[in-house]
């Protein structure tokens, strides 16, 4: 009768170096007091940042500022309340609140090139630019993030904004930051699913205008009448590892669970990083009576699937000598962190 081989699932030792979702520390590069608007509120509103500049509005008019000092170079009176601003293919777009509309303004001469009516959805809040479509928010109820055709102006499908009372939005790299008046933070969020990634603490609780500049966050604060550069670098959580959730390997992620000296064990787990975040390593740790078999670990490689956000599929294919006693881990870590699981 030919002898057995025999496996035992041990599951690793999570190693906790990144939560999820977290909250953050972030580094501020540069600040510099806004220019309010008018009395009696004297509003610090939109921030975008493009070709070099800082674009800011208050309650009153649209700034050139210099990226560095935030000295102003050049200053046009707006009307209609400009709650954000963002700088897309090359112009400088706002939320404007009447009429409630997506304003678009020449960089140079801050003149008026045309708008879109977004009345239907509301007064829009926070805007962005993902490099195909806008986005802007709205405050509600419901509190909701639209999709915006920017060639032709139409207003496509929403979901629900994860900040409270949204009022500014920015986009980096498959990301959201999405911020509210009342909270005190920014929020990470997935561009594709609205999942929440992380969170991280602001100077003040009423963050009013978002943009990106490429490497770093820009924000006013209305308390502090500020603009912020923030360095949003480790606003990151880090990797899961699970079971495959298929037959043979839902409990254990090994397929077959015993077998022969001639059979082929698949191992296998399922990599999620919710930033995508590629691995630099997916293993196997592989013990026969607490010994390592030869060559243990050993590296898992990637069925085809290299969308991280959404769980990618890695497996390694072995035959082990006819034994009984043999446990296994799975072990995993990226750039930022090891992975939990």
Known sequence: MPRTVSLACVLATAIL???????????????????????????????????????YSNSEALFQLDATTGAPLKQQAVSGFINDLDWVNGEVWGSRVTPPSIVRFDPDTFAELGSFDVTAAGIPEGITFDGT??????????ALVYELDPATGTVGAS???????????????????????????????????GQLIASF?????????????????????????????????????????TYVQTAGYQTDGVDPD?????????????YTDADNDAPWYVLVSIR??????SG????????????????????????????????????????FANATG
């Open 159 to 193: 979901r629900a904004s994860l900040a409270t009372d949204p009022e500014a939005l920015a986009y980096s790299d498959g990301f959201l930051w999405e911020a509210g008046k009342v909270e005190g933070e920014i929020h990470k969020v997935n561009r594709n699913t």
């Open 296 to 335: 243990s670990p050993f590296f898992l490689t990637n069925t085809g699937d290299y969308t991280y956000d959404d769980g990618a599929i890695y497996s390694y294919q072995k035959r082990l000598p006819a034994a009984s006693n043999y446990t296994y881990r799975f072990f995993a870590a990226n750039q």
């Open 288 to 293: 026969q009576n607490g010994v390592p078999v």
């Open 201 to 241: 603490p602001t100077p003040t609780a009423d963050t009013h205008g978002m943009g990106w500049d490429g490497q770093y966050l820009w924000a006013t604060a209305y308390q502090t009448s500020m603009v912020y550069q923030y360095d949003v670098s480790d606003v990151n959580v880090g990797p899961t590892l």
């Open 258 to 270: 015993s077998g022969s000296s001639t059979t082929w064990f698949d191992f296998r787990c399922v």
């Open 133 to 142: 479509l806008a986005l802007f928010s709205v405050d509600g109820p419901p």
């Open 17 to 55: 170096l990144l939560a999820a979702p977290g909250s953050w520390a972030v580094t501020v590069m540069n600040q510099f007091p806004a220019i309010p608007g008018g009395p009696p509120l004297y509003f610090v509103e939109g921030v975008a940042y493009g070709d070099g500049y800082v674009y």
